[in-house]
């Protein structure tokens, strides 16, 4: 049975992580990585302690990370940390 990942077009790794960054699911290039989640779950505390006199909405919902190649989309919801590695071509 195929993973709601696996539907995601150009999709080539996906990770799933508790608030804390414990890896709760994984696949493709991101399988069981969790120097990565650990990089994105600082990434994601980061946004929590930006200055609110600067940006008045306290975090993000939505984090991208792109290189020439592949992007990194970083979505939170329900208190998880839902992350999706994508090919990536400037025609996307």
Known sequence: MPTSFERIPDQIGYLVLTEDGAVLASGGDLENNEAKANIITGLVNLTENIDPK??????CKRISIVYDDFSYTIC???KKIYVVKRRFSAGN
């Not at 600067?54 to 975090?59: A, D, I, K, S, T």
């Open 76 to 78: 939170l919801s329900n």
């Open 54 to 59: 600067v940006f008045p909405q306290n975090g």
